[in-house]
């Protein structure tokens, strides 16, 4: 089942059901351009034998970064290396797509201002609250990006409408208080998600593809659930959108993602049962997928099109080529022992770079120094960024 094609309704063909979904692999200069490390990276992935990557937080402007690694694309950016990164992430037939992002009331405060729909003063969390101006002004800033993304050979690209960003803030009432147009009920709340993926598809045309990544659920009381994003759903499959990314949880602090808790399957396959029934758009579930039989179970069940893997391929780069093959069933995954809060996504963002860079793996009892690395990179990039780019 997983070496089956799968055909976009844009036209575009993906050779078979395995994705990388997107993680922010932490890889850009600081600058917001590409390394080579990032290109060696995507391109092993692709030679792994998946027919799609996603990269992470790929931001237009960079004033609402994620972090310091990632990638700013604009007039501005290093057009030679993101043209490199494109054909590396394209070997062996691949596709690869960039998530466009836009880290609003979560962006990373020393290289910003956060701002969100409304404004908070929360433990770990202050922004501000963006004007009307600011938000009429987003549908064409994430158009130029999906402009550019094509112009420079890109597959296609991904609006993140997930994890607490940008377009997810305004979806959840927990971020968004607004009174006007943009807030209130879910119609409101949903109205910059479908300004922006109108934009991006005229931007862009018919033929390129454009996929979104969506909360089933913000797993926080009060927050974005699934009966809304089922609504949300059903509200998306009347436009240009060719691929609907499933996922769940947010990085509010404090709050579990959705790839630390414990489990031994997929996360959001019973969503995606229920949300089969509100759109033709082809499905893509991520999170939780640990064996070949779970992924294999999720297509042959029709419960998705094509199943996203992230930490899987971070411990197993060419995992794709084996379960393909039907030569290996799972990845072999590290245990921590009572980490820290954020430990365990810098481990694996430092194991990220091992891959690129070619070398041994680490090993859960590299947790500590995994982390400080993760923080001093974090800490030089920032000061590259504000000399740079603030």
């Known amino acids: 089942m997983l070496s089956q094609p799968l055909s976009l309704p844009c036209g575009t063909t ?78 062996d037939n691949a596709q690869l797509w960039l998530q466009l992002g836009h880290a609003g009331a979560m962006a990373d405060a020393p290289i910003s201002k956060p701002k969100g729909p409304s404004a908070l003063d929360l433990p770990g969390l202050i922004c501000g609250g963006m004007s009307l101006d600011e938000i009429h002004a987003l549908p064409a800033e994430f158009a130029r990006t999906a402009r550019l993304a094509k112009q420079l050979g890109f597959g296609g690209v991904e609006l993140h409408a997930a994890h607490g960003f940008l377009l997810n803030q305004f979806l959840s009432p927990l971020f968004n208080k607004r009174d006007d147009d943009y807030g209130g009920s879910l119609q409101n709340r949903m109205r910059l998600l479908l300004e922006v993926i109108s934009a991006v598809r005229d931007a862009v045309g018919p033929e390129f593809p454009v996929g979104i990544k969506l909360n089933a659920t913000d797993q926080l009381v009060g927050g974005f659930a699934e009966d809304e994003a089922l609504d949300v759903v059903a509200a998306v499959d009347k436009t240009g959108v060719d691929l609907i990314d499933i996922s769940g949880g947010t990085y509010f602090p404090g709050a579990a993602s959705s790839s630390d808790r414990a489990g031994t399957g997929p996360y959001f396959l019973d969503f995606a049962g229920r949300a089969r029934a509100k759109t033709r758009i082809p499905l893509m579930v991520t999170g939780g997928f640990k064996t070949l039989a779970q992924a294999e179970s999720a297509i042959a069940d029709g419960m998705a099109d094509i199943v996203g893997l992230a930490r899987a391929l971070v411990v197993d780069p060419e995992l794709p080529s084996y379960w393909l093959s039907g030569q290996r069933s799972k990845p072999l995954f590290p245990r921590f022992q009572n980490p820290p809060e954020g430990g365990v996504t810098a481990w694996y963002t430092m194991q990220i770079t091992q891959n690129a860079k070619g070398e041994a793996a680490l090993a859960p009892e590299d947790l500590e120094t995994a982390i400080e690395a993760y923080e001093s990179r974090d800490e030089v990039r920032r000061r590259v960024w504000n000399s740079m780019l603030g």
């Open 14 to 91: 993906l050779k078979n059901r395995i994705a990388k979904s997107a993680m922010s692999d932490s890889l850009g200069d600081g600058a917001g351009n590409p390394t080579n490390d990032q290109i060696a990276l995507y391109e092993r992935w692709a030679k792994g034998g998946l027919a799609l990557s996603i990269i992470g937080e790929v931001q237009g402007t960079p004033h609402f970064a994620e972090k310091p690694g990632n990638l700013v694309l604009n007039n501005h950016s290093d057009r030679e290396q993101l043209v490199r990164l494109a054909n590396a992430g394209a070997t």
